[in-house]
């Protein structure tokens, strides 16, 4: 038998030899939706499965498990995902004994209903439980569905170590903290990740050395809203800039990322750590949402434009050349022209490296939905995206210009796809640089 044991309220599997002697062989392919969080849970779920006696796979034809890892946040990225179980089915009609697993933030959202709709489902698992994939695949092999969407206040999943089998060797996402309190309006977020929980800063860093020990050269921590990142140990609290500081410390050629960031809670104190440190990249993910105070308080977030600015004026004032990026919502409940102009001139007034820019989309159970009316016609939700994308399109130039004819550090990432003697890589904004080069190589550090 293998060994199975109780934790956070979830029958979990430790990795035995029974189960590598009965999956020997098999094959599982996985594909990741949404955001980089899900990204790292598609490498916790391979060590898991590995452990299990897995093998990963590129190709879907060859796999006798296909888990697809997807994403809630708006309507077309659940559209989406249909789309390619669609695209399943027909696998699975020359292959009847594959099975199909649904992960992540739509499995949690639906739950059976996802069983029900979708009949090519096999698996259903939620954020929380996936140490229980080793069992749930077996029962499906039985021919029966199987279903785990128990969300935990304890899973951090701090004793895995991901597997990395989509990777560039360089840098990694590493994740600190899961689930969300925030409670913003429009976010199905805390009703699929559930509760916010911090992870032991100890297993962090392990991790962490255990990726520079195997070359990488560059990590993004990665949580919600990493700014409330806390570690209660006897007495002894870890917070995030704490964190920061300790991983930066760990290793000077490491560079260190994080994301995201959450406007009413980014303190000083990290932005001094980010000053401090050569290391700890001069980049802000920082979502504003809305440039409007009255949406900003109907979306809940917790601030003003006034706050907002002020923190930005913060960043440009303690981090000298700071990129800042954002997530902008268009269209939102009650939103007017007014409002919408507002965003506009946010955009304008930071001076955004980039933005991750959408149309507001209502989801199920949120606030929003509950107790808004969903009122921006579509036709006036597109146009003021595009309004906000052609702005920010603009500022973006920009933005590049002012690092015209100066000169950056690059982390060499790649050989370029349109020549062998390119190589690309980021500089500490983020920005991705193009160069000439026959001599350097992937992982290197070269000024441009
Ligand atoms: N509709 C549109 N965009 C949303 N986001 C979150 N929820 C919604 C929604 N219901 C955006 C926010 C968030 C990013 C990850 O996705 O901008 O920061
Ligand atoms: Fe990530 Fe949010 Fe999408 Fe879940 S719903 S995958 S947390 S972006």
Redesign the pocket.
């Known amino acids: 038998m293998p060994v199975v044991e109780k934790s956070n309220n979830i029958v979990s599997e430790t990795l035995s030899f029974t189960g590598i002697l009965q999956n020997g062989g098999k094959k599982v392919y996985i594909e990741t939706y949404g955001?980089q969080m899900n990204v790292n849970d598609s490498e916790v779920v391979m060590a898991i499965l590995k452990g299990s006696g897995f093998n990963y796979t590129e190709a879907t034809e060859d796999a006798d498990l296909i888990l697809i890892n997807t994403c809630s946040?708006?309507d077309n990225a659940e559209q989406r995902v249909r789309g390619r179980l669609n695209y399943f089915r027909s696998i699975k009609k020359k292959k009847p004994e594959l099975l199909v697993g649904v992960l992540g933030c739509m499995a949690e959202r639906l739950k059976e209903k996802l069983l029900e709709e979708e009949k090519i489902v096999d698996i259903v698992v939620g954020p929380d439980a996936y140490r229980d994939l080793p069992a749930l695949v077996r029962e499906a092999g039985t021919g029966q569905k199987a279903i785990n969407v128990l969300l935990s206040r304890e899973e951090t999943y701090a004793d895995i170590s991901p597997v990395r089998y989509d990777s560039n060797g360089i840098s990694a996402f590493v994740s600190i903290m899961r689930g969300c309190n925030n409670m913003?309006s429009?976010?199905?977020?805390p009703y699929t990740r559930g509760a916010e929980r911090s992870r032991d800063p100890q297993t962090i860093l392990r991790e962490v050395q255990e990726l520079t020990n195997n070359g990488f050269k560059e990590v993004t921590l990665l949580g919600q809203n990493v700014d409330s990142y806390l570690w209660k140990q006897d007495d002894q609290n870890t917070t995030f800039a704490q964190l920061l500081e300790m991983v930066a410390q760990l290793n000077p050629l490491l560079r260190v990322r994080f994301s995201?960031s959450h406007p009413k809670d980014l303190t000083n104190e990290v932005l001094h750590m980010i000053a401090n440190y050569p290391n700890i990249c001069k980049s802000i993910h920082l979502?504003a949402?809305s440039g409007s105070s009255r949406v900003l308080e109907l979306m809940k977030r917790g601030y003003t434009r006034e706050w907002y600015l002020s923190r930005v004026e913060a960043i440009k004032r303690i981090i000298p050349e700071c990129a800042i990026t954002t997530?902008?919502?268009a269209g939102f409940c009650g939103e007017t022209e007014e409002d919408h102009q507002q965003t506009l001139s946010l955009i304008k007034e930071v001076g955004y490296d980039f933005a991750?820019m959408?149309?507001?989309?209502?989801?199920p159970k949120?606030y929003?939905q509950r107790k808004y009316t969903d009122d921006v016609p579509e036709e006036v939700k597109s146009r003021r995206l595009q309004e906000i994308i052609d702005v920010q399109h603009e500022i973006s130039e920009q933005t590049k210009l002012n690092y015209l004819g100066k000169e950056y550090e690059v982390l060499v990432e790649g050989v370029s796809k349109k020549s062998k003697h390119e190589l690309f890589g980021r500089t500490t904004h983020n920005q991705v640089v193009v160069f000439p080069s026959d001599t350097h190589n992937v992982g290197d550090y070269v000024r441009v």
């Not at 429009?186 to 977020?189: E, F, G, I, L, P």
């Not at 959408?358 to 989801?363: A, G, L, M, N, P």
């Open positions: 955001c946040i708006r913003c429009y976010c199905v977020v995201t979502p949402q997530d902008i919502i991750f959408f149309k507001y989309s209502e989801r949120t929003a």
